[in-house]
């Protein structure tokens, strides 16, 4: 994901980290007057706004330079839930770190592991395990890490997808299909753990096609799926390509990524990178638990506003934070 290519404008053009919660400098109980301050009632966002994240350290950056005014755009992202991307190097660790602090403050950690062999086809979030007993080995180290506490986890961004765009090599496919049902059947599990499986964006040219392949990859034992994670879709269109595709697997509800889909999809320039960094868009809907539709669990912020697709239209690696295009979405938001 971070500068993945699957269902972005290309496909339009063609026929078409564990998330915490982002908060800044604030007392743990949510006083002061940084971002934790104006966090969402749990009832809201149920999800732990960690005090640590990017956007949190760069509101503080702005305020010892005395730079107010970005310190205020800033903090309409340090101040809402956003993705923190499970690493490899210490899984357990970083899963139990994660949901021990939100477990401590009353809330939910929202995980997202994407660690898949072969992930991302070479492209700028290129990497993953080594090989199947890798990868399984990782997923038991993070569920160990999550233990009996509260988490809602997105599973592997674009790893069903690459496998019907045939992006992936197809004699890596039946392992793939394998190690996703395999890491939802070990999440599921745990006894306070929900699993969304990643599932493309409205921009994918053909929905009917996934349906199967989900099916395959074991939708059936999760809560569910995630649509629009790091895309622009706008919410809109998101629910409507989430329903359709609900009816292809047995009713399950959904999740949309909100966190960059303010001003919709990007359509000009080369539409083979209209998905990288983008300009001119803005952030979308807050997280949300309250989404006044009973197949959309949530709006998340998935992927973490401010942080790079990739080294694109001027921008630095995928996952680098990225001050200057931050900026742009918070103006650009309402």
């Known amino acids: ?8 404008a290309r496909w339009a053009a063609a026929a078409t980290g564990a998330v915490l919660l982002v908060a800044g400098c604030s ?40 730079d107010d005014a970005r310190a205020e755009l800033i903090r309409k992202i340090a101040a809402q839930p956003v993705g923190e991307w499970i690493g490899t190097e210490d899984p357990e660790g970083d899963a139990k770190r994660y949901t021990e602090a939100a477990a401590k403050a009353g809330r939910d950690a929202l995980l997202v592991l994407y660690n898949i062999p072969h ?13 199947g007993d890798a990868y399984r080995a990782w997923v038991e180290k993070v569920a160990e890490g999550i233990g009996g506490r509260r988490a809602t986890v997105v599973l592997e961004p674009d790893a069903v997808l690459h496998l019907v765009d045939g992006c992936t090599p197809q004699e890596y496919h039946q392992e793939r299909y394998d190690l996703l049902k395999g890491a939802i059947e070990r999440l599921k599990r745990l006894p306070a753990t929900r699993v969304y499986l990643d599932a493309g964006n409205a921009g994918w040219a053909d929905p009917g096609s996934l349906p199967g392949p989900l099916r395959r990859a074991g939708i059936e034992e999760a809560d569910g799926f995630a649509v629009n994670v790091s895309n622009f879709q706008t919410t809109e269109a998101s629910r409507e390509f989430g329903h359709a595709l609900s009816a292809g697997v047995g009713g399950k509800h959904y999740v ?78 309402g």
């Not at 940084?34 to 732990?48: K, L, V």
């Open 1 to 8: 994901m971070y500068g993945s290519r699957v269902g972005r």
């Open 27 to 66: 007392s743990p109980d949510g006083g002061g007057d940084g971002p934790e301050a104006r966090r969402q009632p749990e009832a809201t966002a149920p999800y732990w706004v960690n005090p640590e994240g990017n956007a949190a350290k760069q509101v503080a950056s702005y305020l010892d330079d005395g």
């Open 119 to 131: 992930r991302d086809c070479g492209q700028f979030s290129r990497g993953g395990a080594s090989d």
């Open 256 to 333: 949309i990524d909100t966190s960059r889909n303010g001003n919709g999809p990007y359509t000009d320039g080369d539409p083979r990178e209209n998905w990288c960094n983008p300009p001119g868009r803005a952030l979308g809907e807050e997280p949300t638990t309250k989404t006044g539709d009973p197949l959309v669990d949530a709006y998340l912020w998935v992927k973490r506003p401010g942080e790079s697709d990739g080294d694109c239209k001027g921008g630095p690696k995928a996952g680098d934070w990225y001050p200057e295009y931050a900026l742009e979405l918070a103006r650009n938001t």
